[in-house]
């Protein structure tokens, strides 16, 4: 089996990683959270050191928090105080359980042969009217940044064909510039999608 060199990158730097200054992507959130009922079932994906799913927990969201890395896992466990799922993309299974899902700057490491299908397994884990948001960085060809992490890169157009085919509707897209941990401009792509 190949290395992962993105999940490399944060099982080895996982201590680091959360320690990092970081801001909630609160605008996005906000929107994302605003389709959902009072107390609807998240699933976050790439969770990181479990920030955005301690300020969900707070909204009063039942919150399923996971990440490809064990020990990013384990950072995220010591912050929330429960237990976090161990759980890469393409192992994703379930079916119809949450209402929505969370994958900030995270399915960005999804290798591009493997999106289609993520995102379609990301499509069966929704209930109807199900919510997904997530963001991904764009501009140039794939390829490693100078830690070693794999982006995929899509432009909006690709990132709306991958959506459509998954399932899902009412595909809204921003395009912004910001920053990145790498420290290099960065144009993001946010998506905000789900199903009918």
Same mark, same amino acid.
């Given at each position: 089996?190949?290395?992962?060199?993105?999940?490399?990158?944060? *099982? *080895?730097?996982?201590?680091?990683?959360?320690?990092?200054?970081?801001?909630?992507?609160?605008?996005?959130?906000?929107?994302? @959270?605003?389709?959902?009922?009072?107390?609807?079932?998240?699933?976050?994906?790439?969770?990181?050191?479990?920030?955005?799913?301690?300020?969900?927990?707070?909204?009063?969201?039942? %919150?399923?928090?996971?990440?490809?890395?064990?020990?990013?896992?384990?950072?995220?466990?010591?912050?929330?105080?429960?237990? %976090?799922? @161990?759980?890469?993309?393409?192992?994703?299974?379930?079916?119809? *359980?949450?209402?929505?899902?969370?994958?900030?700057?995270?399915?960005?490491? @999804?290798?591009?042969?493997?999106?289609?299908? %993520?995102?379609?397994?990301?499509?069966?884990?929704?209930?109807?009217?199900?919510?997904?948001?997530?963001?991904?960085?764009?501009?140039?060809?794939?390829?490693?940044?100078?830690?070693?992490?794999?982006?995929?890169?899509?432009?909006? *157009?690709?990132?709306?064909?991958?959506?459509?085919?998954?399932?899902? @509707?009412?595909?809204?897209?921003?395009?912004?510039?910001?920053?990145?941990?790498?420290?290099?401009? !960065? !144009?993001?792509?946010?998506?905000?999608?789900?199903?009918?």
């Amino acid at each position: 089996m190949t290395r992962d060199p993105s999940l490399a990158f944060y *099982e *080895e730097n996982a201590a680091l990683y959360a320690a990092r200054d970081r801001h909630l992507p609160e605008r996005q959130l906000n929107r994302f @959270v605003e389709r959902l009922a009072a107390g609807a079932r998240i699933l976050e994906l790439g969770c990181g050191a479990g920030g955005d799913s301690a300020e969900l927990l707070q909204l009063g969201f039942d %919150v399923t928090p996971s990440d490809g890395s064990a020990s990013m896992a384990s950072q995220a466990e010591r912050r929330l105080g429960r237990p %976090v799922l @161990v759980l890469p993309f393409q192992e994703l299974a379930y079916e119809a *359980e949450f209402d929505g899902i969370w994958a900030n700057a995270c399915l960005l490491h @999804v290798p591009r042969a493997d999106l289609a299908d %993520v995102l379609a397994r990301i499509a069966k884990a929704l209930r109807p009217h199900g919510r997904l948001y997530a963001s991904f960085k764009t501009g140039g060809a794939e390829g490693t940044d100078r830690f070693g992490r794999y982006y995929n890169r899509p432009t909006r *157009e690709e990132l709306a064909k991958l959506c459509e085919a998954a399932g899902f @509707v009412g595909i809204e897209i921003e395009t912004l510039s910001g920053g990145a941990f790498d420290g290099e401009p !960065t !144009t993001w792509l946010y998506l905000h999608t789900g199903l009918a």
